[in-house]
């Protein structure tokens, strides 16, 4: 679910724009460099911290949906193997029964999965800090360096290895945590 990426080729766009816009910048004089945004999620200790705590909380939500959907099964296959001997009072209530589990399950799982839901909250909550903490280093990276660019590779399809400063951000980014 975490994709740097999704987040970063926007950035990227603006700065092609910026870049190809700017009349007075000379292709030749323009010092440009990229960052490897897979480096980063596997390096980035911090990206690596977000990656646990999203698997651990995510697991549990999956797991609770689980444990919801075999109690609505169990009460479901209870009840059709049961029906025929029923009143026809005890198949209402058990009908009921299964219609505010699964109505439950329903709603739990738009609680959780669905838009603006739990977990698009808490996958917000853990990739902001990360993506800011990437915007000061690339761009302390970019002043420090003089770069006029820093590229993301998601939208580049190649670009020599000596404009890679994915080891300068990351030495950055152990700066800042």
Known sequence: ???ISHLLTALVAVLVVAFCLAP????QGTKMGFVKEDRLQQEYKGWQRAQEEWETESKAWEDEAVT???ELQELTEEFEKQKLILSEEKKREREAAINAKREALDAYTR???G???TAERKQSQLLQPILENIQQA??????EGNYDVIFTLQSIAYIKDS???TDEVLSRLEEIE
């Open 1 to 3: 679910m975490f994709r």
């Open 24 to 27: 007075a910048v000379s292709a």
């Open 68 to 70: 919801m959907q075999q």
């Open 111 to 113: 609680t959780v999965f």
């Open 115 to 117: 838009p603006g839901g």
């Open 138 to 143: 690339i761009e302390e990276v970019a002043i």
């Open 163 to 165: 404009y890679d400063v």
